[in-house]
């Protein structure tokens, strides 16, 4: 039974959906450590709690049998849900994610999600429950418009955030680099395009429909060409901030999503023409051939816009403004227009249908071909392609296949992820009660090791090269390619229903797009899909000889698939059945969007990975393209019950005709335009049908729709207000950044408020209700801005507030004010959906009861649930890392009482984190190497930290890092504290190895344990066993040689070193000059120098090999000889204070002034008060006679040194040598008091001549 409580509750899921669509990608929190990927999530879960909430009570208020057939069985449910599309699939994830979750390798981790992604099996789930409550309650065309809009409008402040970091306005100080690749509200540049991608697809969907509809339609209402103009808007700065990412994976992804959309919508002319006969060669011919006149087109749109690009670009130059880019942008922007046109006036002047859509393929071997081409180096084409490859973005797109960089680390990830799948020893260590052996490492490659659980897992394969490409000792926690993904965290099983999930997606899509008109086709699209996918998967295994691409092959082959299907029909003839036309054909052009979008999204997550927003949108998609179908089903239905009626003999009653009434100019116009649409084409035959939007005679009141516009858009601005606005936000009208945010808010508010009004007048063009503008602009402004202010006002006093900090309860309180600004944050959201809610179900509760009174006692115990949720496993979550990032603040000023009052905090309130305990113990170790401290203090925080830092690993035993911390911790303890404690750093190094055995850096640590406890042949044997993982790793190389010359055996001792400087320069750390005196003092020297001239030859740009060779000479007291290397290394670049102070001091040893001069005075433009610097240069001057210079030179040193013997003895003497006698006797008077006694006499002298000087000259 539906009451206002149940509509109530299916306003609130609308509300949920909305809300989660712009808050995931639009949203992040600076106040937070982690900013951005945990925020959304935690965010988004709070969001789809509610939802939940909302469900639940709508189910109880229904009733259980209005969910399905009274009296039916749970077997008939079963086979009603089983029929549902896309159920089987997602429900076999949830089974296989929720059996990953119970045997994973780190049970909690894979639940709450980690530290650094937070996506975790609750979060999937999260996101799943999104897409069923999509499915099951989006109904209606009004609701599919509006989450499409908020979709594309959300888009809009992200894309110009972009475009405002690339031009270096950005109001936010970002410690990173975000002009060169743009990160815009995502934190990553990869991200930003990889969400990007998934709605570019929607922006062009309704960018054609729009033009479709001004080209269709004779009377078109003008809110299309407002609508165009702004899609057109949209999707250009979706672009360019795509561009400005410069990320290979996304570009792929667009490009793969733009060749299926097109060719899809291209075959809407082929799938609508009359005659279904198969092509003939001809026609074959036509289509291919037609590519010439494209080619034509597309260069003279591009020549044009190269002149127009050319012409501005003068202007501009006028203008004092440089703008190098613009020609090459008109060529871009010509190109594209003629590409379009050309296929625009194909299409509009019914030419070709049958075919064109050949030349869509003959334009793919095209690019492909260019792709390739590009990124083949050592062809004859190479002096035609590397000033293109040369070009600004393009350069990316050319490095598509690269072997190194980033590309090296994909292909080592993933060769080390597929060994992990493959059966292998357990993880674990043998004997430790906190981590033993994997109790189900015999199912692991079955069910995975649990979303999450990458991290710990990987580090028992982790390959020793990933080290020279990436940060040493940093775990991979994603193989940057969904398929493998699946495979190490759910295993084959979770594989599997990935690829049914995938496989049935694009089969259902195919499907309602009418391309299985009949059981043939149906097969043989299956056949296609499964047969392409191993296809690709056999083809990449044939190609490398191994398994490490075929996770890259079956997603290829996948989607390769699809395309043959569709040429398949498209070449072959198509059956005269109503099966052939799209099954949802008001949609037809949404659902190639959708599909566009998921293809996209597929391609470009075999390259990276998914995140909140990817996540988000993929299954509001999936959940959207059930829905679609259940929508058109429902419409069918009830227009064949309407033609059932319509049917039925009608009795006619004879009465007198009526009066007919006067029409108003306004009703004649919407009369005639309602006659000339009513001339159109039906859904059923026009090829690319309007969205079909309901009018406002059909219930969709004004305030409704533009009331719900506006509450996006409240939504919209209260996100960037919470993310821009911060304490020390200020707005200045003179000041670039602030005026960026200005523009940035004012642009995004003016493209709302376009589509809502243009879609209010395209509704009204099918309607004979009067529309007030004035009303709708009031409407959309008071409610989008009423909203902001007040939320914007909230915001600056909560977080303006000022704390004075004189206590540790001082401290919490301010970080207070941030914790809670973020309540206040999500309180205000909240409120805002509930907003949203009360204007959707407007007018809709009329004449119903209120709620069912039986059912009231489960209300408030599910509101105390769903909130307890939402607090302790969400804005908890938050508020935990508010408390870190407050903390480290403090810690990185050395206030360790401070920082750990905020770390407990943090880990009070989220103790199922280990980061928290990690950064806790971290606070103590600290404070107990503070020397400042008592030792009894010391002492007790050196007992919290260990016991802290094992409660961490008693939380993540897997992580080897959390052991690897604690043999860390005994190895300081054992130096500074209680040399008992090195066997407990010796026990935890070697369970580390254990966890992670290809990571050296335990290795090297277990190493010097030994040598300090000066067991040198156990170090030696431990240390060779680290040079067997990694022979490349050169602080193994110096530890070994340090070890045997500890031992004494120079000529071990000198291999090992010898080794260590052809590796890097590792070998040159501050004890150097320890080893080289070594082999000095035995009779080395000559076999030290030609070793490192070796080094050289083989490292030539090193400068510190030199630096090395003058030294080594140097010590042998031989300046000459050190000298020239010393000079060789300064000219390669060395501007370190130690090359350039010791071939200053050589020079002035060897009264090379002119030499010495300019390198100490490179010295002091780092450090002003070099005391050695100084002094040199003071004696410098003096021999040069440059006496003022000279005296500025020791008074420098005075400053740092008041008592500096040598300086007041100089200035004395420089005084008298100016015959300034008043001078030098104070000079000469300070002296004497810090004189030594050989010399104290000879002052007396001194002063007795400057005072009988002084009393002559009075």
């Known amino acids: 039974m539906r009451t206002r409580v149940s509509t109530f509750c299916d306003k609130i899921i609308e509300a949920g959906w909305l809300a989660a669509v712009i808050v995931v990608p639009l949203y992040f929190n600076i106040y937070s450590a982690r ?35 009274a009296g039916a069985s749970l077997a008939d449910h079963m086979r009603r849900w089983l029929k549902i599309p896309l159920f089987l699939p997602t429900a076999l994830l949830i089974l296989i994610y929720l059996i990953s979750t119970i045997f994973s390798l780190s049970p909690l981790v894979s639940l709450w999600g980690s530290y650094q992604r937070m996506q975790g099996t609750y979060s999937m789930l999260s996101y799943i429950v999104v897409f069923a409550l999509i499915a099951g309650n989006l109904r209606t065309r009004e609701q599919v418009e509006r989450l499409v809009t908020t979709i594309i409008v959300t888009s809009i402040p992200i894309s110009l ?53 001004i080209i269709k339609e004779e009377q078109a209402s003008w809110g299309h060409t407002i609508l165009a103009a702004v899609y057109i808007f949209a ?56 590519l010439g006149p494209l080619g034509f087109a597309a260069a003279a749109g591009g020549g044009l816009g190269f002149l127009i690009g050319l012409i501005l670009q003068n202007l501009l130059a006028g203008l004092n403004y440089q703008a190098e880019m613009v020609p090459l942008l008109g060529v871009a922007i010509g190109v594209l227009l003629g590409f379009f046109g050309f296929y625009i006036f194909m299409a509009a002047s ?139 965290i759910t295993g084959v099983l979770g594989f599997l229903a990935f690829y049914f999930l995938m496989v049935s997606l694009f089969y259902y899509a195919l499907h309602w797009l009418g391309w299985t008109p009949d059981r043939a086709a149906k097969r043989r699209l299956i056949i296609f899909l499964v047969g392409g996918g191993l296809l690709g998967a056999i083809t990449a295994y044939l190609a490398d000889g191994g398994l490490t691409f075929v996770p890259l092959g079956l997603p290829f082959g996948l989607v390769a698939g699809v ?28 659902l190639i969007g959708l599909l ?77 335009r309602k006659a000339a649409l009513d001339k159109r084409p039906s859904m059923g035959t026009s090829p690319y ?204 000023s050395g206030q360790w009482n401070e920082a750990i009052a905020l770390h407990e905090k943090g880990r009070s309130i989220d103790s199922d984190e280990d980061f928290y305990y990690l950064m806790l113990a971290l606070d103590y170790q600290l404070m107990a190497q503070d020397s400042r401290i008592d030792e009894a203090q010391r002492a007790n925080a050196w007992q919290e930290g260990e016991r802290i830092a094992l409660e961490a690993r008693r939380i993540n035993p897997y992580n080897p890092d959390n052991t690897g911390n604690m043999g860390r911790y005994y190895f300081t303890l054992g130096q500074v504290f209680d040399r008992n404690r090195f066997q407990d750093a010796l026990s935890f190094f070697e369970k580390a190895t254990i966890l992670a055995p290809s990571n050296v850096i335990y290795h090297n640590l277990w190493a010097q344990t030994y040598y300090i406890l000066a067991d040198y042949p156990k170090a030696v044997e431990r240390l060779e066993k680290s040079v067997s993982i990694d022979p490349k790793y050169p602080p193994t190389w110096v530890l070994l040689g340090d070890t045997y010359a500890a031992m004494q055996n120079v000529d071990e001792a000198f291999k090992a070193h010898s080794q260590a400087a052809k590796l890097g320069s590792e070998l040159f750390d501050p004890f150097v000059d320890q080893r080289f005196s070594f082999y000095i003092s035995a009779g080395k020297a000559e076999n030290l120098i030609a070793a490192l001239q070796q080094a050289a030859k083989e490292r030539p740009t090193d400068p510190t090999l030199l630096w090395a060779i003058g030294h080594v000479y140097n010590l042998q007291g031989k300046p000459e000889q050190a000298a020239p290397y010393l000079k060789q290394a300064v000219a390669m670049g060395d501007e370190s204070d130690r090359t350039l102070r010791e071939l200053a001091n050589i020079n002035l040893a060897l009264k090379q002034y002119d030499g010495a001069l300019p390198l100490y005075q490179r010295i002091l433009q780092t450090n002003p008060g070099d005391v050695e610097a100084n002094s040199a240069l003071a004696y410098i001057y003096a021999q040069q006679g440059r006496l003022d210079e000279a005296i500025q030179a020791n008074q420098l ?43 104290a006499t000879n002052w007396e002298q001194f002063i007795s001549d400057i005072e009988n000087r002084l009393a002559n000259a009075g």
Not at 49 to 61: D, F, G, K, P, Q
Not at 267 to 286: D, Y
Not at 564 to 582: A, C, D, M, R, Y
Not at 853 to 862: R, V
């Open 35 to 69: 900013t951005f990927e945990p925020d959304k999530i935690t965010l988004l879960r709070s969001i789809v709690t509610i939802m939940i909430l909302a469900w639940l009570i709508s189910v109880i208020e229904k009733g259980v049998g209005d969910l399905g057939e």
């Open 161 to 213: 955030y972009g475009i405002v970091q690339k031009y270096g306005l950005d109001p936010l100080p970002w410690a990173g680099d975000v002009t060169s690749r743009v990160a815009a509200n995502m934190g990553n540049a990869i991200f930003v395009a990889s969400y990007l991608i998934m709605v570019i697809p929607l922006t062009l969907i309704r960018l054609i429909e729009s033009m479709t509809a």
């Open 235 to 290: 999707l250009a700065i979706q672009i360019i901030t795509i561009v400005f990412s410069q990320s290979r994976g996304p570009m792929l992804g667009i490009l793969g999503a733009s060749f299926v959309m097109g060719l899809l919508i291209l075959l809407l002319l082929r799938q609508h023409h009359p005659q279904r006969n198969r092509l003939s060669l001809k026609e074959i011919g036509l289509g291919l051939g037609v």
């Open 350 to 488: 019914d030419t070709g249908w049958r075919w064109l859509w050949l030349s869509w393929f003959g334009l793919a071997v095209l690019a492909i071909a260019f792709v390739v081409a590009l990124n083949t180096r050592g062809t004859s084409l190479d002096p035609y392609l590397d000033p293109i490859r040369g070009l600004p973005y393009i350069d990316r797109l050319s490095n598509v296949i690269e072997t190194e960089g980033t590309g090296k680390v994909r292909v080592l990830i993933w060769d080390a992820a597929m060994q992990l799948v493959a059966p292998h020893p357990p993880l674990g260590v043998p004997g430790d009660d906190v981590s033993p052996p994997d109790t189900f490492n015999a199912i692991r490659p079955l069910v995975g090791y649990g979303p999450e659980s990458m991290f710990n897992a990987f580090a028992y394969v982790y390959p020793t090269e990933l080290a020279y490409v990436e940060n040493r000792g940093s775990s991979a926690d994603r193989s940057h390619n969904e398929t493998m993904d699946s495979l190490v």
């Open 563 to 590: 395309v043959i299907h569709l040429l398949w029909q498209g070449v072959v003839s198509q059956p005269e059945t109503s099966l052939s036309q799209p099954q949802i054909p008001e949609y037809s052009l949404l």
């Open 596 to 672: 566009g979008a998921l293809i996209g999204h597929f391609i470009e997550v075999h390259f990276v990975f998914s995140i909140a927003a990817t996540y988000t949108y993929f299954w509001v998609y999936a959940g959207l393209l059930a829905a679609l179908a259940q929508i058109s089903a429902a419409e069918a239905a009830q227009r064949s019950r309407e033609e059932t009626k319509a049917a039925e003999p009608i009795v006619i009653e004879t009465t007198a005709a009526p009066e007919p009434a006067l029409e108003t100019r306004r009703q004649r116009k919407n009369r005639a």
């Open 689 to 892: 049908p309007n969205r079909g939007r309901e009018a406002l005679s059909r219930g969709v009141a004004l305030d409704t729709w533009v009331g719900g516009q506006g509450l996006v858009m409240a939504i919209i601005l209260m996100i960037l207000a919470f993310d821009f606005f911060t304490p020390q936000f200020q707005f200045t009208a003179g000041d670039q950044d602030s005026l960026s945010l200005l523009w940035m808010l004012a642009i995004t508010w003016l493209v709302g408020l376009a589509i809502a009004l243009s879609d209010l007048a395209v509704r009204r063009a099918q309607s004979d209700n009067p529309v007030s503008w004035f009303r709708a602009v009031a409407l959309y402004a008071v409610i989008s801005l009423s909203y902001f202010f007040f939320y914007t006002l909230a915001h600056q006093i909560q977080f303006g507030q000022r704390i004075n900090v004189a206590s540790l309860a001082d401290v919490l309180r301010a970080a207070e004010v941030l914790t809670n600004g973020l309540v206040l944050f999500y309180v205000f959201l909240f409120l805002l959906m509930i907003l949203f809610t009360i204007i959707l179900s407007w007018g809709q509760t009329k004449r119903l009861p209120f709620w069912r009174p039986e059912n009231w006692w489960l209300y408030p115990p599910l509101v105390v649930a769903a909130f307890t949720v939402i607090w302790f496993k969400n804005v908890d979550v938050v508020k935990a890392d508010i408390y870190l990032k407050e903390g480290e603040r403090f810690r990185s």
């Open 1197 to 1239: 040193v005075l400053q740092q040194k008041p008592n500096d013997y040598d300086s007041l003895k100089n200035l004395a003497i420089l005084y008298q040598q100016k015959e300034q006698w008043q001078e030098a006797l104070n000079a000469a008077k300070q002296a004497q008091t810090v004189a030594p006694e050989s010399e």
